[in-house]
């Protein structure tokens, strides 16, 4: 982050501070400052030298809050929310159930005129958009907001989009976009690798019809849509839905998926695939594509992403490491991955380096392929980035460093010639359908924790290991009582 970026962030997050003490919570924050820059942003765009026509109704545009103060200013804002919540496109999905968060006039006006004194549009996309992550990371670090779980850890994403190298004129889904993390990696690769070369109709390809994304939670939405705005995607239309991407197969299908469905084993919502038993004690969607019925949210993104990627298509997905052992269901879908898929690579990440505790995640790579009799499936070739690892999210972070090794043995030049290391083995098709349940949970480095005292982590990596152990055996205890509830 650049020095003129990290003194903007810093302004804005102070106040968000001063804040609190009204009440305003980091996310709360975060959501009023997306409408007020929004706003700004549009006004700005009607000065010189830009001159373009308003996108913002008269009477609820910037100038209206700057020119009201006391209860008018709040009254007037409280009307552009509601009239704007109205809206079609980009408009509306900003807006969309919109609420005046900061109750006390005067901080309000503090908070207009600290976005005021800065000249947006005088910026690039890259400070703009650099400023709205810096933001978004720091409510993700607030464990209270709850925030972090929709916040893939940044070099991560760099890594999966480095490897997977996406294209001009090739469309991109995230089923569970967050906050667009995904969007801004692959939009940042493609510029810089193919930017120079790029005709008219590619770089609009690129802005308009690249990116394809949906979230469930309306501020989420919100979020990822103006990230993608300041970061010069998109419009006039917003290329994010809010919407249970799992209820139905649209139709539509895309050319790469990348994407780390929500953590959390269970959802109160089961989708039976075809000619499976309904639920009576849950919501249930149909779902005559998928290959087993579950209510695990990880085991059902996984075949609805298998059914929205091209022919010839590929994904890279975040995936807890119940989905490589799990029974049942989940035997059922490694099973026909496995055949139908060309699932070629799967990357163990380690532990601390999520806001969620507790998580041990992994990422599997597969391309969709056509049908026929033989699997597809070749060879398995899996990267330990786990065993004898030590992150933790604020003393020993994940960085970019950390995954250039993997990065350079994937080698997506020629996956045909990859050669296995210490850290890098492959399993062969009959290895993998031959083990247990198809348990892909497979490891192979020697744990050195038990060794030496004097080669022990700190004691704060220690603390945060047992921490996220404890929280990952709860987790698989809820899954059994889950089980046998459904049983009852």
């Known amino acids: 982050m650049s020095n003129e970026s990290a003194t903007i962030v810093q302004k804005l997050w102070n106040f968000c501070n001063v804040l609190r003490d009204d009440g305003v919570s980091y996310g709360d924050y975060v959501e009023q400052l997306t409408y007020l820059l929004f706003l700004k942003l549009a006004d700005e765009q009607t000065k010189p030298p830009l001159n373009k026509p308003s996108t913002i109704p008269a009477g609820l545009d910037w100038e209206s809050l700057l020119n009201a103060s006391g209860a008018e200013l709040e009254t ?3 009307k552009i929310l509601r009239e704007l919540s109205n809206e079609q496109g980009l408009l509306g999905v900003i807006f969309r159930k919109s609420q005046n968060r900061i109750q006390t006039p005067a901080s309000l006006q503090r908070l207009i005129h600290l976005i005021n004194d800065e000249n947006w549009s005088g910026m690039t996309a890259d400070i703009k958009g650099t400023i709205y992550e810096g933001l978004l990371q720091k409510n993700a670090e607030d464990t209270k907001s709850g925030a972090g779980q929709y916040f893939t850890p940044r070099p991560l994403i760099k890594a999966m989009v480095t ?3 996406p294209e001009p004129m090739k469309t991109i889904c995230d089923p569970a976009c967050g906050t667009g993390g995904f969007f801004l990696a692959a939009h940042d690769y493609i510029s810089e690798n193919f930017g120079s070369r790029m005709d008219r109709e590619q770089k609009d390809f690129l802005k308009f019809n690249t990116f394809t994304g949906t979230d469930i939670v309306d501020n989420v939405v919100r979020l990822c849509v103006m990230n993608l705005f300041l970061h010069n995607i998109g419009e006039t239309e917003s290329p994010i839905k809010t919407t249970d991407s799992l209820s139905r197969d649209t139709g539509e299908r895309y050319d ?5 469905p929500p953590f959390g084993n269970r ?4 989708i039976t695939a075809d000619g499976g038993k309904r639920s009576n004690t849950s919501l249930t969607y149909e779902r005559d594509d998928f290959w087993a019925t ?17 022919t010839d298509g590929r994904a890279a997905v ?15 879908i490694r099973q026909q991955l496995l055949k139908q898929f060309d699932v070629h690579t799967l990357l163990r990440l380690p532990t601390g380096i999520f806001y969620a505790q507790g998580v041990k995640a992994n990422v599997l790579f597969f391309d969709k392929k056509p049908a026929r009799e033989e699997p597809w499936t070749q060879k398995l070739w899996i990267y330990d980035l786990r065993t004898n690892k030590n992150f933790t999210l604020k003393t020993n972070p994940l960085t970019d460093n950390d995954l250039q090794d993997f990065t350079s043995v994937y080698n997506p030049d020629n996956r045909d010639a990859r050669t296995e290391t210490e850290q890098f083995r492959a399993f062969s098709y009959e ?3 031959e083990r247990e349940h198809v348990n892909l949970d497979i490891f192979w480095i020697k744990d050195g924790s038990s ?3 004097a080669d022990l982590p700190a004691p704060d990596v220690l603390v945060a290991e047992i921490t996220e152990n404890l929280e990952a055996a709860l987790a698989q205890f809820q899954n059994i009582q889950a089980e046998l509830d459904s049983k009852d």
Not at 256 to 260: A, D, G, I, R
Not at 294 to 310: A, E, V
Not at 320 to 332: I, K, M, W
């Open 76 to 78: 007037q804002y409280v």
């Open 163 to 165: 490897v997977m190298r």
């Open 256 to 260: 790469m998926v990348l994407t780390n």
């Open 267 to 270: 959802s109160s919502i089961t």
């Open 294 to 310: 579950t209510s695990n949210k990880q085991f059902n993104f996984l075949q609805h992403i298998k059914t929205i990627l091209k």
């Open 318 to 332: 975040v995936l807890p490491d119940n989905v490589l052992f799990e029974r049942g269901a989940g035997e059922t």
């Open 431 to 433: 290895e993998l359908i």
């Open 451 to 453: 060794e030496d005292a």
